[in-house]
């Protein structure tokens, strides 16, 4: 049996974005696990996730030299769950909160990774 997080990376490895769902109740659930949380169901499957997000907080880390600054993310997905990320593809002090944005995953030190752009 694979365990959920080493599943959810091979799926990011294929170029698939996808989170669990509990059969019984209809919740999806980040981060992978082996039971829905509050529900203790135990029957989640993988399913494509839409995408789609929302910034629900955003801070900068700033480096010493400027171009070298990134931002971390809080991102409400459309199904539910919370994640943190980044936002790429805009400037660091651009991404704002509210802000809809749409997962991409890129190659980052030949490892697929995760990351929201905007909408």
């Known amino acids: 049996m694979i365990q959920p997080e080493a599943e959810w990376r091979a799926h990011l490895e294929e170029g698939r974005f996808m989170i669990q769902r509990s059969r019984s109740t209809g919740g999806h659930v980040f981060y992978p696990r082996v039971a829905h949380p509050g529900t203790g169901a ?18 900068v880390v700033r480096k010493k030299d400027p171009a070298d600054s990134y931002n971390v993310v809080l991102v409400d997905l459309a199904e539910g769950p919370r994640l943190m990320s980044r936002v ?25 990774l995760l990351v929201f752009v905007p909408a």
Not at 50 to 56: A, D, I, L, M, N
Request: proline share 2%.
């Open 88 to 112: 790429d593809a805009i400037a660091v002090d651009e991404v704002k909160i509210g802000m809809a944005v749409r997962a991409r995953i890129i190659d980052e030190g030949h490892k697929p």
């Open 42 to 59: 135990d029957d989640l499957e993988w399913v494509e996730a839409s995408g789609k997000g929302t910034v629900h907080a955003v801070t």
